[in-house]
């Protein structure tokens, strides 16, 4: 006979895997569109809003992981539920992030007019090849990088609790952006060193054409739940 607590360990990693997954497809599916859509230049800034994105994408595997400190059974259903709990707040948490990523991809779209033009633009394979050889790619990259990193910075001292934490509590969102903010000021060398590894793991995961992402968000959601339960007491 199966240990029950082995069995139920067992559930929840598949269901971390199947969430890992399916954002996995989710990441092809986009991709896909954009390349049929002929905005193949839109992948990068996109791929790269996938960070903003993340931790509100995460909301199940919280959900899974606040089941499992519990002791209780779960299934994909019930991680789901994770976007509900509770679900306006959560909802509003998500628009921002929206705006953000939207924002980002824009800015994005206006830097590589600028530094590339807009007449022209390269099919995906040759893409990488064209910006290698243009002068312009040292300053898009200062200037992309250096941006995308204040915007990162920011995304990231507003969600890096709050997300777990609204999953785990009945707060506002405003109150749980308070918190996330003081959390990450006040640990900012960990949660500095913690988000340069989320870069690194998920930036790797990446480069196989998001396959990596079955593994690294389980593991990244995970671990962001336990350091919101550290650090928070409530």
Known sequence: ???????????????????????????????????EIGSTWAILPMTAGFFILAPLLAAPLYETSRRMELGLPTTLADAVQGFRRPGTQIAMMGVVLLLVHLFWVR??????????????????????????????LVPFLVVGTGFGFLLAAGTFAIAAVSLPMLVDQEVSFLEAVTISIQAVLENWQAMALWAGLIV???????????????????????????????????
């Open 107 to 136: 800015v994005a779209g206006l830097l590589f007019a600028l530094f590339f033009g807009t007449v022209g633009i390269p099919s995906l394979d040759r893409l990488p090849l064209v910006m290698l050889q243009s002068d312009a």
């Open 1 to 35: 006979m199966d240990h029950p607590r082995l069995a139920g360990h067992d559930g929840d990693r598949a269901i971390s895997l199947t969430l890992g997954a399916a954002l996995t497809v989710f990441g092809w599916v986009l991709a896909l569109l954009l390349f």
């Open 200 to 234: 690194l793991f998920t930036g790797l995961a990446l480069v196989p054409f998001f396959l990596g992402l079955v593994l690294v968000l389980p593991l990244v959601g995970h671990a962001t739940w336990h350091a919101y339960r550290d650090m928070v007491v409530r």
